[in-house]
């Protein structure tokens, strides 16, 4: 057998469907990325464009039995993981693969202690010993920045404040030394300042342990921050990929675009920012053609029947988009893509 | 269309025609997103309940045994407090339905008589329960502060009374009659009601447009009927489909232990308590169907409950 | 901690005072003297004078009411009126324990089989199991607990002469009782559980232990059942309540010799003590089960213990 190029993660045309009372909604519809050691990949995107699906499918934990893998393969160190038995991939996550969630409000149980709750992994994963775990325990509330880490491993989630909160979870995401950490709107919960700090750790904890990161997110502030690649999805495609020069400086399909159009920067005056119109496309029907055509200030004939190929720009970058088609060479020029 | 169904499925990236390739004028394209229609909370709800066959069929069943309360002792050839000595005890038969008891009383008349009592009970008990606890909680939500802590206090000392021997104190004091078992059943059962009020009250009252209304200058009691009440109606309706069987449970109860609806009245509580010595006696259908209509009625009333709580529940749509 | 033990303790001392206070005006609201018709004599005027000075009756109001509270804290009811060579604790002391261990072993049963059901149709959401289980409980619930006990009776003692039916002489005479009084409180558990493991397992932190690696048992005994029990723990007092006067129905089926006869008939010949010292008795009980369930909360829940409030 072929041995995957070294790569940590390869995910190949993805497809993710969820049963519902409306209908079957296609929440991912073929998405394909890869993620080498050591490396932070960003996906972006609206709220419902796919992002958490994908993550989770990645972590296992597609909500049965609504949810399903409909097709494409996610290798993880060159293993299928979308195979694995439930037992075996139980054995990946949480040591190799971890997530870190949303809202560390909500992502921390109430009545158990941040001891056990940190410990818990680690002892059934790697069958460490109470006392070695409990250990190892303050060791990453230390590394994660939380003072008096022995007397908080005695204490409840609601003794803590969401930072604090959400450095825990960060602990306990790290305890078991995974390759990869997927991280799904790892700061969307916290303050401003919380937010700074928190991106700061993960730049410190990238540089000591050397872990691959999926960040998960719609602010294209954190991306700035953090991403070494970018994947800009929408309606449950990515739509545009590169490094973070080639998606910020020069995108190419008008979705990330109008993303960037859409942030407020206190450098330019203030009518630059413009909103995008309209809404993304109901998944429980999506449209024959490409998903973003509606709202699309360049959209051409085609758009509407036909979904545009996945085109090279260079061989870091690469866009879902029709304008990029030998054909529309002269629309291009004309409408000036920046 | 230029291009018929045929040619679009062959489309592919490579050969698709030329003359695609220009700008759509924006003004022209018809929008695509589909817009599901938008139905009503309750229209909503109850076409999920109507998917639910085992409410509707509780629900069926309660609307049949109401019509037969209501009709079945008037249009029944037999009285139902008349006796008829030379009838004692007969088994079910043609003529009788259900059987005759000791007294030569037709017990599918009295079946139906028992269910008006039953359901007067439990229909009454639910809607002194609704009035007093939707005042209370909601009163109490409403205000909010000291009043809030006050009010869930006395509601507190309520619920540790041991419901059933206030009920049975209450029996003793005003002698048992219809209006006793009505009057000690709401005593402490309203209680529940409150604080569902109160709970649904102090979560709404925060939301959004409430806080709207109220900065329009709206009255207090405006915002309570226009975005209180429609928006708590949910878990009260609830709240009552259960209410009503333990109601019917409680006189049932009671009536079992002697203390409920005296003769010549009669319950499904009293005909089962009756029916009971009558078993020894291999008197089988005297103590059979009021059990089996007490049975069915509080099976009727979970069923649609749940089913209704199911429909009633905006986090279980989705 | 030991502030909201307090505060919840300082809260029973109130309700049953309450309690005793709504006791003594009742009883005395009734029309009628309970000597005027003593075991089917009609006494004399001055007999019956004679008596009221003996139980305090001829006393005032407020006098009588000083003397029924300190009788209370105290714990010593005095005489039955119908049956002055007993008193009050001499009934309670006979009768009690019988009831006390029918009602025990109901809510034992009850509370172990109803977690059990309802945790397995909450695993096993819209599977066999659970409608299975659901459909037992719905029937738990609908079917009244006399209703069932003569059911049980004529099927297993009168058809197929399993077991023995009426009087408390051991194992076997307890089976019937004890179904009878657990399958309501136990349909009433499970349906609970399930509903309260449903909604547990969509919570965030369920998926955090997931993506943990945990295997499922795990997730289930450690994350989601002590969250999950919750709502099972606050309606335990009431559901306690439920069966401890549940047995004054089931004990007159069975012809157990419990508290349940005593006090029914207490109630019909107005037997003022044995009402009282009765009905302030199993109050006192079931407002010390709710402290207990209280103080179970707090286990559970760490949040209630930081709270100063406490109650809610």
Redesign the interface.
Known sequence: MKKSSGKLLEVKNLHVSFQTHGGEVHAVRGVDFDIEQGETLAIVGESGCGKSVTSLAV?G?IPKPHGKIVAGSIQFKGTEITALSA?R???????DL??I?Q?PM???????TIGSQLT??II??KKLSRQAAHQKAIEMLQLVGLSNAEQRMKQ?P??FSGGMRQRI?IA?ALICKPSLIIADEPTTALDVTIQAQILELFDQIQEETNVSMIMITHDLGVVAKTADRVAVMYAGKIVEMGNKRDIFYHAKHPYTQALLNAIVRLDLPSDTLKPIEGAPPDLFAPPQGCSFCDRCPFAMEVCRHVQPPTTAVDDHHTADCWLLDKRADAIRQKVEIY | MIHSRDMQEKTTAQNVPEEWFRLLDRKKTVQQTLVRPSVSYWSDAWIQLKKNKLAMLGLGFLILLGIAALFGPIVSPYSVTAQHLTLQNLAPSASHWFGTDELGRDVFTRTWYGARISLFVGVVAALVDLLIGVAYGGISGYIGGKTDLVM??II??L????????V??????MGPSLLTIIVALTVTGWTGMARIVRGQVLQLKNYEFVTASKSFGSKPWRIVRKNLVPNTMGPIIVQMTLTV?SAI?SE??LS????GVQAPFASWGVM??DG?SA?LAGY?WR?FFP?LF???T??AF??LG?GLQDALDPKLRR | MLRFVLNRFL??I??LW??AT??FL??H??PGSPFNNLNGKVLSDAAVKNLEAHYHIDQPLPVQYLIYLKSIATFTYGPSIKQPAQTVNDLLGRGFPVSFELGMWALVVAVLTGVVLGIFAALKHNGLIDYLAMTLA??G????N??LA?LLI?EFAVNLHLLPAGTWQGLAYMIMPIIALATGPMAIIARLIRSSMLEVLT???I?????????PF?IVM??AL??ALLPVVTVLG?LA??I???T??IE??FAIPGMGKY??DS??S?DYPV?MGT?MF??AL??FM?FLVDLAYGW????IK?SKEG?K
Request: hydrophobic content about 55%.
């Open positions: 972590m934990l037992k991939m139980r054995r990946i996550q949480g040591s971890s997530m969630f809202d909500t992502a921390l149980n109430p009545t158990l818990e992994g059934y994963q409840y609601h003794q979870v306990m | 869930m206090r507190e000392i619920y540790g009374l041991p419901y059933l021997l206030v049975i104190l209450l029996m003793v004091v069987p449970f049932a109860f079992f232990l002697g203390l089962a308590s009971l078993l089988w103590l059990a007490i049975s069915l509080m099976f979970n069923i749940d | 809260a029973m109130l309700t309450v309690i709504l006791t009742l009883m609201a009734i719905v029937l619930i609908s079917i009244p006399f209703v003569t004529q919570q965030d932190y998926r955090t232990a997931q993506a943990k690696g945990l295997p795990i450690k994350h002590k969250n009431t309540a439920s401890l006067t549940g004054f129905v007159k089926i006090f029914v109630i019909n107005r009402i009905t199993y109050s079931l407002i709710l559970l829940d760490p949040r930081q109650s």
